[in-house]
Structures are given as C-alpha cells and as structure tokens.
C-alpha cells in the first residue's frame, strides 16, 4: 500500500515561497508510468490540481498557476516537493500530494491526508 505525507510550514507570510514536502512510503516515486501530483482545495472551493512530476523526474504544470510553481523530487528520499512563489492569501488551502495526473483529479489512487497552509501576514 503506498502512503503519502505532506509536511512544511501552516503559515506562509505574503510575498514569500510556500514550500510543501512529500514523503512517499510502499512505492518509489521513480518506478515506471508513476506521476505524482499537487491538488489544493481553497475554503469552500473545490479541488485543484497544480502540477506534477514524473517517474522520469519532468514537471508539468497548471497553466494558471505555471509562473510561479516549481515541482522537484530527491529520489534518494523517496519524495518530492512543491514551491509556490510570491505567495497570497487566495492561495490559502488544504494541500494533497496524490499519485496519478489529470484530468480525473478525483480518480487519483493514493492520496496525503492534507496540510492547511494559511498566507497571512
């Protein structure tokens, strides 16, 4: 069973970078055909997925939120990060890391239990 834990800060100050960590255990992030994503869901909004990266260690982002994030992985610990520059509050959320890419958000296999992250100064 693969498992997924986000970590990093609750609370981004505006302006600066909102940097999310995940962890990935009973699965490597580099076996074959894996991809894995960033999601958010803002208070009262849905989700929405914001990048991923490959098996093969590329990046595809969301066209709305491309300028300014940033996926990359560290395969010798097994995980895989999100930058979020020039942070505000409308980024405000619940992070998910997940396996799998779009665009059936809701259909990706294995999911984080979610971080809030709060911009606020």
């Known amino acids: 069973q693969v498992q997924l834990q986000e970590s990093g800060p609750g609370l981004v100050k505006p302006s600066q970078t909102l940097s999310l960590t995940c962890t990935v255990s009973g699965g490597s992030i580099t076996t074959n055909g894996g991809y894995w994503s960033w999601i958010r869901q803002p208070p009262g909004k849905g989700l929405e997925w914001i990048g991923y990266?490959?098996?093969?260690?590329?990046?595809y982002y969301s066209p709305s939120l491309k300028s300014r994030t940033s996926i990359s992985r560290d395969t010798s610990k097994n995980q895989f990060t999100l930058q979020l520059s020039v942070a505000t509050p409308e980024d405000t959320a619940v992070y998910f890391c997940?396996?799998?890419?779009?665009?059936?958000?809701?259909?990706?296999?294995?999911w984080g239990q979610g971080a809030q992250v709060t911009v606020s100064s």
């Open positions: 997940a396996s799998g890419a779009p665009p059936d958000v809701t259909g990706f296999a294995f």
């Open positions: 990266i490959t098996y093969g260690g590329r990046s």
